[in-house]
């Protein structure tokens, strides 16, 4: 079955880092186009960023710059980097198989 689970949510304050994973099972990475979506609180769901079968990838423009995904085929698992995070970085962060299929997300919040 396809499964995706993210987690390495935390608490951090304000410009500081946190790496992001995403254990997929039921396919390898390298094969489909994958997502990072967030979602704030009262708020509709945002893409990310997306990484391509190629190697491709595309970031939000919020988050250009400053966030990197990437994978890791001998582990199977989908990584987003997040740098000089911001308080509108905090938000649910799924992994997903482009829109089709969706995990349950991890939780980052950013405090002074």
């Known amino acids: 079955e396809v499964q995706l689970q993210a987690s390495g949510g935390g608490m951090l304050q304000p410009g500081g880092s946190l790496r992001l994973s995403c254990a997929v099972s039921g396919f390898t990475v390298e094969n489909y186009e994958l997502w990072w979506v967030r979602q704030a609180p009262g708020k509709a769901p945002q893409w990310v960023s997306?990484?391509?079968?190629?190697?491709?990838?595309r970031y939000a423009d919020s988050v250009k710059g400053r966030f990197a995904i990437s994978r890791d085929s001998a582990k199977n698992t989908l990584f987003l980097q997040l740098n000089s995070l911001n308080a509108e970085d905090a938000a649910v962060y799924y992994c997903?198989?482009?829109?089709?299929?969706w995990g349950k997300g991890t939780l980052v919040t950013v405090s002074s």
């Open positions: 997903t198989q482009g829109p089709y299929y």
């Open positions: 997306a990484i391509k079968p190629d190697g491709t990838t």
